[in-house]
């Protein structure tokens, strides 16, 4: 896309509310172009991602940090508009709020509302960052938009109030939150541009798309050091039935990312993903194969932890690839032998030969926490190969 077509996203909120790590992950792991405009501005355009991103980051402080800021972006707007382009104008604002207390949300709604009254008519999405506890999103949702319902004016400008976890938020070592809420920001915001620099439907799938693996990355990260830590145990395992919290965590958090609902046909499918991960042939053979690699001088719980995390780490790549060929359209939830043949396939083809070349690197590195951490990062590496398009053949 021409970078003309570009519109602009203006991003506020107090500063720790989680700006930095939002626009992070809506620009995905590509090459970012920043300008740094004075010192309120941080300017963000990546060829992934069909808007600019300007980081406003004194907006949301004192009077007068507001006043130089929105200033700035003024004259950032004015300097930088050709003749007749209306190219640097503000087409939407994100207002960035942690969706931690309610006291906070009314509070800093309050405060942007307020800071953001020189745009009178711009669109406004309400980001929710931090929405860590699932179970509190939806209440939070209602009252921002009870919030937006008092003023005329304001409410016509809120387009959307999205949650969202821009980063893994992790509980404790086994269990964590993953990321919500980011495509879904892309394509609101998307939607709320003026017809003009809006990216057409099938350009914005596109972005989310790679967004989406992106993030998903993220989870299985995640879920493969969960593995490790779970898989870290002296006694010989024969199946992976001590993976099925992890792994159940793990299907649950990718179908939320790639928007596949919790129906019975999909519980099916789901089902059918867990058993290939934990008490199926492939997997026991894998086990099997993985323990007899000759001349290893691991101890049984190092071997055990990798041979747990490169279940996890495989079963993750292929859940991955069966959730983007059934976002695409071109398989349904009901494909559940074709989804048992392409992750059996997998599994064979790619856990006995990428955990034993993991397994090989292992034995230098020293026992305890960095062995777990360098195991975690060797086996995501090794499993991320193949990185085709999202709609690569079966083989
Ligand atoms: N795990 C996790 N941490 C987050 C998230 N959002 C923000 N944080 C953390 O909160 C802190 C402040 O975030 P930052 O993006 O720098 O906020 P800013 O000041 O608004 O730019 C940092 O330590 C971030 O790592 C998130 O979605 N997940
Ligand atoms: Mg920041």
Redesign the pocket.
Known sequence: MDAMDYGNVLVI??????????IRTVLGTGSVEVTQVGSHLEVYESLSIPFRII?A?DIGGSLFARRATIGAIKRWSKDNALDGDASNDINVIWF?IEGKSRKLIRQQLAQLSRATDVWRSVPVIVVL??S?AATERAENVELVRQSFARTKRRQRNLRAVIP???????LDETTFVA?EGIPELIEATNEAMPEGVRAASGDIAEFTLRRRRSVARGIIAASTAAGITVGAVPIPISDALILTPIETGLINALATLYGIGKGSTSKKLFNTILEVGTVSTVAKAAIGALKAIPGINLAASVVNAAIAGSIVAAIGEGTMRVFERIYMGEKTLDDTEWVRGFLESRMSRDLIAQGTKVVGKLSGVEAGTDQNKALASLLLEAFRQDEGKATEGQS
């Open positions: 909120g107090s500063a720790g509310v989680g700006k930095s790590t939002l980081d980051r960035c960052t931090k860590y969202v976890v821009a980063s893994t938020y992790q990321p």
